[in-house]
């Protein structure tokens, strides 16, 4: 493959928040510090902000973003639980019914299955249902998606099994900033939110070269992080890269897939990190797609049925008449997550670089 | 069927599938049935170790006896007054329900579930609580929100799912939800609300609250994994809740055996969870209310959960869509060793001196006027059957707490899509 470009990102200044609205020095942080500093802030700022989940407590979590804060806040703040998913959510549910905030984590997202059922029949509907009686302001973290050698069952993109689902919002950072940034809205957010955290990136951008060296945070602008409070709002989407030529519709990981391989070919793309899926940022999407007329979807999570697809119609709905080629999708297969064929598997530069000659071919 | 050769000569092995004892058209006989003394339950220290409850969970917690008299440690020692509360709440529960069963069946709302034959399971337990703290019900427990004194109007209205609904007509009948008379909104999901119970006196108990969280659901459910998860964290963390099961024998036509009753009772699986179990007659008023009240006194001093099987039974059908004739004896309630909570709690006042049948006869009338004035007001709101009561916008409030744009679209698609067709409607 090509030698390694600068990052794209690099030059991206306009997702970092007016300096008016943050708190602290800025320090450098990657992801995961980036959100063990948000449960810290929040868990300093709001006494009702709990934070549960196996091995979170006294261990700091397998990812260690809880490190640190049960000897910080207590035993009673933060805790471990036993292994059963659905009692986690369930449990969590109930304790926000009291009124306090829990911030859950479930380990790897390949592992929320067992909590559906208290996601989507309860924390969703709990509002609703209730009429305003009782809510569920949680926010369940769990790190999500592929690109580490992790097989069927710590690979996986589930998020357009909550973006279905009436009452979630649904949350993914692609950087250290936004991940603090959009964890302390979350948690703020009196709605239950899912926040997907890209654990390919949690130490470094990851441009889609799975067979050179892996970067870090320290030589990129959004890995600078205010050290105190401010918030990234939900529903807000960010452009990354300002282009004509194309619109490019990602988040997580596929941002920096996204952007290098951009760099790579110099199409001049416009790279929209959506940052939260539900609800969508649908204004920023049409702007860039009534202007570019041409549409691309990247995600990791399988084609078919995923959130690729919600895209895709909304685009064709609402920029029919601007589109001049087919919206084009590059996904995860409809395939388990493999171990051994994982970068066949894996949407990375290859394969966008045969969509973009696809979609720009008249 | 073996594929090895060498296992050809073993006998066949069999599965067991549990069959009820009586099916439709059975005579039934409960001779073997084994009722244990009334005053045969030892009544432990609130601190005791839950190892030490084997007998407990296998035995049965009563009060009342044959003759109507309350007997042994168990007696809770009621005044005659709060005994008639008790009765009275009872008699309003089983009162409300034959009201609102005939409304279903009248049109006027599309389900009704009633809790006949087990009042005393969520009313004499509310009574042994304190009003604040928090119960997390199923379906059957609506004698919680009447000894908490709710009004029969607003109930009726959520049933109606009228204009007057406070739940907007989002929910199924009977899915009441009253924050303000700590009734947590009710979930069709089994046992969800098992573990949201425990969350929530985890809660309690981490913020230095004295409040405790009960929660029930029937015999049936606890087969759901929410009941395991709940368990665990309880026991794990010495959560300040009590787990009631209301073992009523069905769970819709299946009876006991297929959630495990064949092999052990429900309250024998504390045991396991390192949790206080105790086995009690459900339709013992006093035995209910005493054992609540240990629970509660368990679980205010920190000494951690209890969970509560009520041996009961459930007198009627599931619900307005269910006809036990189709897969049970009808003599079953008839001949049911534990009898009618009511009329046991009705037999001790008498035989207290407390009461009389003209007394009882009088309370019956007047409670029946009572839900039947509560009707006629809820009416005057509409009934389910006159069409849509609620703003039609409504719908899309509450799902989040600020309205997205994608339902605020939507929300005005509807309405647009409602004038262009002329339907007729509330609106605005």
């Not at chain 2, 009042?119 to 604040?132: C, I, Y």
């Not at chain 2, 109606?160 to 007509?169: E, H």
């Not at chain 2, 009416?379 to 899309?396: D, I, P, S």
Request: proline share 6%; glycine share 8%.
């Amino acid at each position: 493959m090509t030698a390694i470009t600068p990052d794209p990102l690099a030059d991206e200044a306009a997702r970092i928040a007016p300096e008016a609205e943050r708190e602290g020095e800025t320090v450098r942080m990657n992801m995961i510090q980036a959100i063990n500093s948000a449960m810290d802030v929040m868990m300093a700022r709001d006494d009702n902000v709990v934070v549960m989940g196996e091995d979170v407590g006294y261990f700091g979590g397998v990812f260690r973003a809880t490190a640190g804060l049960q000897k910080k806040y207590g035993k009673t703040r933060v805790f471990d639980t036993p292994i059963t998913e659905c009692g986690i959510i369930g449990v969590a549910v109930g304790m926000g019914a009291y009124g306090l905030r829990p911030v859950p984590e479930i380990q790897f997202a390949d592992y929320i299955y067992p909590a559906l059922d208290q996601l989507v029949s309860e924390a969703a509907r709990l509002r609703y249902r209730s009429a305003g009686e009782f809510i569920a302001p949680l926010t369940v973290r769990s790190p999500f998606g592929g690109g580490i050698f992790g097989g069927q069952t710590h690979s996986q993109s589930p998020e357009g099994i909550f973006t279905h689902v009436s009452g979630l919002k649904t949350v993914i950072p692609s950087t250290p900033y936004d991940a603090k940034g959009l964890l302390i809205a979350a948690i703020e957010d009196n709605d239950p939110v899912i926040f997907f955290e890209p654990k390919r990136i949690y130490n470094g951008p990851f441009d889609g070269h799975y067979d050179t060296p892996a970067k870090n945070w320290s030589s990129h602008p959004a890995g600078e992080v205010p050290s105190g409070y401010y918030r990234i709002p939900l529903g807000k989407a960010a452009v990354v890269r300002p282009g004509e030529a194309v619109t490019i519709l990602c988040y997580g990981t596929m941002v920096h897939v996204v952007a290098n391989t951009i760099a790579e070919t110099g199409v001049d793309a416009e790279i929209i990190d959506l940052r939260t899926l539900m609800p969508l940022d649908i204004d920023t999407i049409m702007e860039s797609v009534e202007k570019t007329g041409r549409c691309m979807i990247v995600h990791e999570a399988t084609r078919t049925q995923g959130f690729g697809a919600e895209l895709s119609a909304v685009v064709q709905e609402r920029c029919f008449y601007h589109l001049e080629a087919p919206i084009e999708r590059v996904t995860g297969f409809d395939t388990p997550y493999p171990h051994s064929l994982e970068w066949a598997y894996f949407p990375g530069p290859v394969r966008i670089r045969e969509a973009l000659k696809k979609i720009l071919k008249d | 069927m073996t594929g090895d050769p060498k296992r050809a000569n073993l006998p066949p092995m069999s599965l067991h599938v549990p069959e009820p004892k009586f099916r439709p058209g059975d005579d039934v006989d409960f001779s073997d049935f084994d009722i244990p003394a009334a005053d045969s339950a030892r009544r432990p220290d609130t601190g005791d170790n839950p190892r030490d409850f084997h007998e407990l969970a296998f035995g049965l917690v009563r009060v009342l006896d044959d003759q109507g008299k309350a007997v042994g440690a168990w007696d809770p020692k009621l005044d005659a007054d709060t005994l008639r509360t008790m009765l009275r709440s009872m008699a309003l529960t089983r009162a409300f329900d034959e009201r609102m069963f005939r409304a279903q069946r009248q049109g006027k709302t599309s389900f009704y579930m009633k809790s006949t034959g087990e009042e005393a399971v969520s009313v004499a337990a509310t009574m042994a609580l304190a009003s604040d703290d928090m119960c997390f019900p199923s379906y059957r427990q609506q004698g919680i929100l009447i000894t908490r004194g709710y009004s029969l109007v607003e109930m009726m209205n959520q049933i109606y799912s009228n204009k007057g609904d406070k739940l907007q007509g989002k929910q199924l009948p009977i899915m009441y939800s009253s924050r303000e008379k700590g009734f947590f909104s009710i979930s069709g999901n089994l046992t969800t609300q098992y573990p949201q119970a425990v969350g929530w006196a985890m809660a309690s108990a981490s913020k230095g609250d004295s409040r405790i969280a009960a929660t029930w659901c029937g015999e049936g459910s606890t087969a759901e994994g929410d009941f395991h998860s709940a368990c665990t964290f309880a026991s794990v963390y010495r959560a300040p809740v009590i787990l009631n099961v209301v073992n009523n024998q069905w769970a819709i036509s299946s009876f006991s055996g297929f959630a495990g009753a064949e092999a052990t009772t429900f309250a024998a699986r504390a045991i396991g969870y390192g949790i206080a179990g105790l086995r009690v007659d459900g339709n013992d008023p006093l035995a209910v209310y005493a054992a609540t009240h240990w629970a509660a006194e368990r679980a205010r001093t920190n000494q951690g959960p209890t969970l509560i099987e009520h041996f009961t039974y459930r007198a009627e059908g599931h619900s307005t869509s269910d006809d036990p004739s189709a897969y049970r004896s009808a003599q079953e309630w008839s001949s049911w060793p534990l009898g009618d909570p009511i009329m046991r709690l009705k037999n001790h006042l008498i035989a207290l001196g407390e009461w009389d049948e003209d007394r009882q006869a009088a309370m019956d009338k007047e409670l029946a006027e009572m839900v039947r004035a509560a009707q006629k007001e809820a009416e005057k709101n509409g009934v389910l059957g006159h069409g849509m009561h609620q703003k039609f916008e409504t719908m899309f409030e509450g799902v989040y707490e600020d309205m997205p744009w994608h339902l605020k679209e939507q929300q005005q698609q509807m309405l647009d899509e409602d004038v262009a067709a002329g339907r007729p409607g509330p609106r605005r």
